[in-house]
């Protein structure tokens, strides 16, 4: 196993998700049910893993037909001009 890379990935989707809406409808699902925070982690803990398995699988199968530098450039193009978008929305 690459230690490397695991802390790569991990520490890049923690920091992704950190205070996006997936995070806060876990805060208020938790604040409407206080007596079921396990069954609250255990759902959106379930969530994000099924979310993130899609990713990967998807991944996996657009890696065999494109280059990965090609892909590598539309996530960064598609992150700026959602960047962009949302400056020039607010």
């Known amino acids: 196993m ?12 923690f920091l992704a ?3 996006d ?3 806060l409808a876990t805060v208020l699902f938790t604040a409407q049910n206080p007596h079921s925070r396990l069954l609250v982690f255990a759902a959106a803990g379930s969530a994000l893993v099924f979310a993130c398995a899609i990713g990967v699988l ?18 960064g193009v598609g992150f700026i001009l959602i960047g962009v ?3 020039w929305r607010a």
């Open 85 to 87: 978008w949302t400056l």
């Open 58 to 75: 998807a991944g996996g199968l657009v890696a065999q037909h494109l280059d990965t530098r090609v892909l590598t450039r539309a996530a």
């Open 21 to 23: 809406k997936t995070q």
């Open 17 to 19: 998700e950190l205070g």
């Open 2 to 13: 690459d230690l490397k890379s695991l802390a790569i990935v991990f520490g890049t989707v």
